[in-house]
C-alpha cells in the first residue's frame, strides 16, 4: 500500500477541496476502504477523513424525524433511545455489520458509499424512505438512498460529491420496519440476502404503506415498489404476501458466486421478506421492539 | 499390567500456563515479530494458474529495481534426491523442494515461481510486478473427478501409481493404492439384515491457523545457515532444508519462534528454504512471511474426499460387513494420508469382514498437509453417518450399537496386534450416562452422535533438566508448544522430582542446544517428550542422591528421594534431609553442576477415542442449522494439566463443527480458488457455537509414568458425523455432503 497522505479537516469546504483531488477517497470509519487499499484493489492518491467534521458525526432530532451523520459508528445508533424506538429495522441492521469492533468504526456513509450490493443498511435505509444529503462543489442536494448506488462498488456521486448526512422520516403513525438478512454464520459475515420492509398499519390492521427493499439479489440494494404496492389495502393476508413473492421474484437478478446459487438467493428473497414484512407489522401493531 | 493407584501432587492440578501471560501482553515472539539488524524483506511471486509450464523467467527487470537485492526461481535450487519423508502424512523430499520453488511446471494456483529481496516489503512487491514469467496454461483439474477422468491432464508424467499390482504402464494422477480386504465383504453385506451406505463427499479444509507462516533466514560469515522460524518442529526444518539444499545438517541451525497454531499444517517447510537462497544471493538476513491469501492457496489443505460405502449389520445390530472405496485429494504432490485412513476407518469396530480400498489423487490444488488426525474425518463421518442409519434401519439406541460393536483391550487393532488399555467403550458408556444424552429435546431440535478416534504416537524425543544453583528447575525441550506443553512438560518435572511446579522453567531450544526430536504432531509430545523429560528427572534425582550419599559419607543406594528430598536412611545419615536446593548449591563443589538430557523413543503408546453428542435446530426454509447444545467424552489416559486437556477438546469439536457446516475451499472453473481469505472460508466464529462440554474418561496409559495417552487429534474425527447425524434426523434426509451450509441442506441434491 503505497502511504496515502490522510488528512482529517474539520469544516466541509476543506474537505470538499480536499476531495475534489483526482484520485483522492472520503475515509469514514475505514474498515471497507483501508481493507480495500492494503489488499490492493484501491490505490488512493489521498484519503479525507469525515469523522472531525460535526455534520458528518453524530445523531440529531429533525423534527420527528433524524438527522445521521454519515460517518457515525454504527454503534452510535444502538446507543440512540429515540433512534431505535422510531426505526429499529434500520437499527437492527446497522448493528448486523461485522462485529463489536467493526461497527465502532463502521458508519452508514461507508456502507452506502462502498456500495456493495450486500451492505447491510441499505436496503434497510431505502425500506424506512431515507434521504442522502449530498455535498459538492456546486453545493447540496438531497436526494433518495437508492439512488446512490450504481453497481458493485460505483456510486452515481459526481466526482469531488460526498454525503454529508443520511436523514430518516419521522416514524408514521402505526408504521413499522424489519431488517433481515441470510448468513451462514452468525456474524463477521456477508449476506447471501437481506430484506428491509417498513409498512405502515392502520387501526384496523389494513396496510397504507409498504416499501420492501432487498440486497445481494442486484447489482445494486433494490426498491421493489410492486413488492410494496401488493401489500397496501390488503392485511397482509396468504394471498398479498403471495402478490408481494412475485412482485420481488419478477423484480430481483440474483448470481451465481461461490457465496450461493442464484436459486438458493431467490428462494432466501422469498423466505425473508415473508418474515421481514411479519416483523415489521409486528412492530407497526405495537407487539415487537 | 494395571499400574497401581498413583495419587499426584501436580499431575491433575491447573496451574496457569507458562507461556500465557507473555502471550497475552503481547510479548511472546511470534514468527513476524522476530527481526535482524539490516533484515530483507522478501516476497514470492506464484502462479496464476492452476497448471502451467514455466518456458522462461526474465527476472533483468526487477533485478535493476532500487532496492532489490535477490531474485531466486526454481533454477537457483538444486534438484533434490527422491527421499521418503516421515511424518503425519507421506511426503517426498523431491516433492517438497519443488512445492516450495517450482521447477519446470507451476502444479496450482499460488505455487510459488519466483522469490524476491528487498529493503522493504513494498519494492519487494513492487519487483513482483517485474518479474515475467513466460507460461504455456495446461488444462487443470482441480476435482477428484476432474483428476480421474480418462482425458485427465497428468500433474505428473513419473507417477506409476505406487502400490498397484503389477505396477501400471502409464502415468496417471492415482498417487497411492492401499487396499485391506479381510474375510468375504460382499458375501456378508448380502446377507446381511441391514445394509446402510451411499456416496460421500467432502471438500479440502484448511487448518485454519491464525498465525501465517513467517521466517528470517541469514547466512554467517562462516557459511553456516541460521533460520527462525515457527513451525511445529525446528528440527523439521532442519532436516527438510538440508535435503532440498544439499547442506550437512550442523551448518544450519534453526531457532523455533513462538507458534501461533499449526494443527499439523506447519509441519512441513514452504518459506524457509527460499528464504535461505534469498539471504545467500543478497548476503544479507531475509524474511519471508506469507498474507492470509498466501497462506490459503499455497500451503495446508486436509484432502477433499469422495467415498462410497456400504456397512451392513445382522437384526441385533452386530456388524457383518463393510465395504468402502475412497479418493482423497492430494493436491500437486503425493501424500493425503490415505495409509491411516484405511487402517482407521472401522478401528473402532469388530467388523469381521472388511474391503477397504483407498486412493490418493493428485490435483491442481495446494499440496495438502497433516490436519488433526491426518485422513481419519473424512472416512470416520462416512461410517458414523452410516452407523447412524443402521440404528434408525434396526430400531436400535445409536450409542447401543455402537457399544454392541466397539473394540476393547485385547480386541484386534488395526494392524493386527492386540489393542492395549483403550477406552472407546468406556466414552461410549459415558456419553449414555450423560446429562446431555438423556436431556429433553427443544421442539425442532434433533440430537446427533458419533464416535472416532486416533493411532496417536510415540517418536523420538530428547529433554534435558538441569539444577540452577539456587535449585529451581530448567526443563529444555526441542518440541515447540502448540497446546500447552510446557505447562505439561513443567508439571511431570515437578512430579518427578518433588518439587513445587512454579520452580520449574521450560524453554524450547534450538537444533544445535538440544538433540533431536521428531516434531509436535500425531498426538506424541506430551507423551513422548514427556517420557523424557521424566527420564531426565529420574536421572537428576540419581545424581542429587549420589551427592547426598557422599556429603554424609554413606552409599548411594542408602539414600531415599521423597518431597523433593534426600532422605538419609543408614547409619548416621538416617533422619537427614538435603532438600533439592540444598544439594544445588553445594553441587558445583560437590561433583559438578547436576544435569542431564536424555534421549527416547517410547513404545506403548495408545490409541485415543471419543464420542460427540450434537443437539441442533434446523431452519427448515432456509437450510441453516443451529449447533445448540455439544458434548465432547474422550478416553485421555490422565490428563497431565486437565485445563488444556479440555482445550484440545474443545477445540478439535470447534473446527470439526466447522468443517461440518461451512469451510471449503472454493475453485472457479479458472481453477483459481475464489475464497482465500477468513471472510468466505467460514470457520466458526464464537458466536455460532455453544459452550462445548467435555467429559475426560480417565483410563491410564500402563506404558507412560503417568498413564499420558495423547488427545490433540482424536476430537476433530467424531464431529462432522456427530453434526451431520443431527442434521439428517432434522431434514429427514441423510446429510452426505460437507459442508452442510444453509444452501447444501436446503437445497442440495444427493448425487
Ligand atoms: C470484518 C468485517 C466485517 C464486515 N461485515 C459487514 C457486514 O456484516 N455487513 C456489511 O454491510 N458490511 C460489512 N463490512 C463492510 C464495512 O464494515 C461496511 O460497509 C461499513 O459500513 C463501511 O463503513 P466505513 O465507515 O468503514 O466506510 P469506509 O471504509 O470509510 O468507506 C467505504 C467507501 O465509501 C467511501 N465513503 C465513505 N464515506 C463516504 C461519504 N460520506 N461520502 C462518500 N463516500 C464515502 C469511501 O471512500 C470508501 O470507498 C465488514 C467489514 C469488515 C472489515
Known sequence: MPPSPYSAPDNLGEALGLAAAPGARVLAGGTDLLIQTRAGRLAPTAMVDLKRIDRAMGIRPAGQGFVIGAATPCTALRDDAALVAAWPGVVEAASLIGSVQVRNRASLGGNLCNASPAADSVPALIAAGATAVVAGPGGEREVPVEAIPAGPGRTTLAPGELVIELRLPPRPPGGGDAYLRLTPRTEMDIAVVGVGAALVLDGSGRCTAARIALGAVAPTALLVEAAGAALVGTKLEEGAIAAMLAAIDAAISPIDDQRASAAYRRRIAGVLATRAVARAAARARGEQA | ?751
Open chain 2, 1 to 751: 499390567m494395571n499400574p497401581p493407584e498413583q495419587s499426584f501432587r501436580v499431575v491433575g492440578t491447573r496451574p496457569v500456563r507458562p507461556d500465557g501471560a507473555d502471550k497475552v501482553t503481547g510479548r511472546a515472539l511470534y514468527g513476524t515479530d522476530f527481526a535482524l539488524a539490516g533484515m530483507l524483506h522478501g516476497a514470492v511471486l506464484r502462479s496464476p494458474h492452476a497448471h502451467a509450464r514455466i518456458r522462461g523467467i526474465d527476472a533483468s527487470r526487477a533485478l535493476a529495481l532500487p532496492g532489490v537485492k535477490a531474485v531466486v526461481t526454481g533454477a537457483d535450487f538444486p534438484e533434490a534426491a527422491s527421499v521418503a519423508i516421515a511424518g503425519e502424512s507421506a511426503a517426498n523430499l523431491r516433492d517438497i523442494a519443488r512445492n516450495v520453488m517450482a521447477r519446470d511446471k507451476a502444479l496450482y494456483e499460488g505455487h510459488a515461481v519466483a522469490a524476491v529481496a528487498a529493503t522493504s516489503p513494498a519494492i519487494a512487491r513492487a519487483a513482483l510486478a517485474l518479474i515475467a514469467v513466460d507460461y504455456e496454461v495446461l488444462p487443470h483439474a482441480t476435482s477428484i473427478a476432474a483428476a480421474i477422468a480418462p482425458d485427465a491432464p497428468l500433474l505428473h508424467d513419473d507417477l506409476f501409481t505406487p502400490g498397484l499390482k503389477p505396477r501400471p504402464e502409464t502415468p496417471s494422477n492415482l498417487a497411492l493404492h492401499v487396499a485391506i480386504d479381510t474375510g468375504d465383504a460382499a458375501a456378508a453385506l448380502a446377507g446381511a439384515a441391514a445394509v446402510a451406505g451411499g456416496h460421500y463427499t467432502t471438500q479440502p479444509v484448511h487448518q485454519g491457523y491464525i498465525e501465517p507462516h513467517a521466517c528470517v533466514a541469514q547466512w554467517n560469515a562462516d557459511g553456516q545457515a541460521q533460520i527462525w522460524a515457527s513451525s511445529q518442529g525446528a528440527f523439521m526444518i532442519r532436516s527438510l532444508v538440508a535435503g532440498a539444499l544439499g547442506l550437512k545438517q550442523a551448518d544450519i541451525r534453526v531457532t523455533p519462534l513462538e507458534i501461533g497454531g499449526g494443527f499439523g499444517g506447519k509441519t512441513t517447510v514452504y518459506l524457509e528454504p527460499v528464504a535461505l537462497q534469498l539471504a545467500r544471493q543478497a548476503g544479507r538476513p531475509v524474511r519471508l512471511e506469507m498474507s492470509r491469501s498466501e497462506v490459503f492457496r499455497a500451503t495446508g489443505p486436509a484432502p477433499g474426499a469422495v467415498i462410497d460405502i456400504r456397512l451392513g449389520a445382522d437384526k441385533d445390530g452386530m456388524l457383518v460387513g463393510a465395504e468402502m472405496t475412497f479418493h482423497y485429494t492430494a493436491g500437486a504432490f503425493p501424500g493425503a494420508a490415505a495409509h491411516p485412513a484405511a487402517l482407521l476407518a472401522l478401528a473402532g469396530y469388530k467388523v469381521p469382514n472388511r474391503k477397504i480400498t483407498g486412493w490418493e489423487v493428485v490435483c491442481n490444488l495446494p499440496s495438502s498437509a497433516a490436519y488433526r488426525a491426518p485422513g481419519a474425518p473424512q472416512v470416520a463421518f462416512a461410517v458414523e453417518s452410516c452407523l447412524d442409519e443402521l440404528a434408525l434401519q434396526l430400531g436400535i439406541d445409536p450409542i447401543e450399537l455402537r457399544l454392541k460393536n466397539a473394540v476393547g483391550p485385547g480386541d484386534t487393532g488395526p494392524m493386527g496386534l492386540p489393542h492395549g488399555q483403550i477406552g472407546l467403550i468406556e466414552c461410549l458408556e459415558a456419553a449414555r450416562a450423560h446429562p446431555h444424552y438423556s436431556a429433553p429435546l427443544a421442539p425442532g431440535e434433533t440430537r446427533g452422535v458419533a464416535a472416532g478416534g486416533w493411532a496417536n504416537y510415540g517418536g523420538p524425543s530428547t529433554a534435558a533438566v538441569a539444577l540452577a544453583e539456587d535449585g529451581s528447575v530448567l526443563v529444555t525441550t526441542g518440541s515447540p508448544d502448540i497446546g500447552g506443553s510446557r505447562a505439561a512438560m513443567a508439571m511431570m518435572a515437578a512430579e518427578t522430582l518433588g518439587v513445587p511446579y512454579e520452580t520449574v522453567r521450560v524453554t524450547i531450544a534450538d537444533t544445535a542446544s538440544i538433540g533431536f526430536s521428531f516434531l509436535t504432531g500425531g498426538s506424541r509430545t506430551t507423551f513422548a517428550t514427556g517420557h523424557a523429560v521424566i527420564a531426565a528427572a529420574n536421572q537428576v534425582i540419581a545424581t542429587a542422591r549420589a551427592r547426598a550419599a557422599q556429603i554424609w559419607g554413606v552409599a548411594a543406594d542408602t539414600v531415599a528421594w521423597r518431597d523433593g528430598a534426600a532422605h538419609g536412611t543408614a547409619g548416621d545419615s538416617a533422619g537427614k534431609v538435603l532438600t533439592l536446593a540444598e544439594i544445588a548449591g553445594k553441587a558445583a563443589n560437590a561433583g559438578g553442576p547436576i544435569s542431564a538430557e536424555v534421549g527416547v523413543n517410547p513404545a506403548g503408546w495408545l490409541p485415543g477415542f471419543g464420542v460427540h453428542i450434537c443437539d441442533c435446530a434446523l431452519d427448515a426454509e432456509t437450510g441453516q442449522v443451529k449447533v445448540t447444545r455439544y458434548t465432547a467424552i474422550q478416553d485421555v489416559g490422565r490428563a497431565i494439566h486437565p485445563a488444556y486437556v479440555e482445550g484440545q477438546l474443545q477445540g478439535g469439536a470447534a473446527q470439526g463443527i466447522g468443517w461440518a457446516l461451512n469451510e471449503a475451499y472454493v475453485y472457479g472453473a479458472d481453477g483459481r480458488m475464489e475464497n482465500p481469505g477468513f471472510l468466505d472460508y467460514r470457520v466458526p466464529v464464537a458466536s455460532d457455537l455453544p459452550m462445548i462440554d467435555t467429559v475426560l474418561v480417565d483410563k491410564p496409559n500402563p506404558d507412560h509414568p503417568y498413564g499420558v495417552k495423547g488427545v490433540g487429534e482424536t476430537p476433530i474425527v467424531p464431529p462432522l458425523a456427530a453434526v451431520a447425524n443431527a442434521v439428517s434426523r432434522a431434514a429427514g434426509r441423510r446429510q452426505r455432503h460437507l459442508p452442510m451450509s444453509p444452501e447444501q441442506v436446503l437445497l442440495g441434491g444427493d448425487a
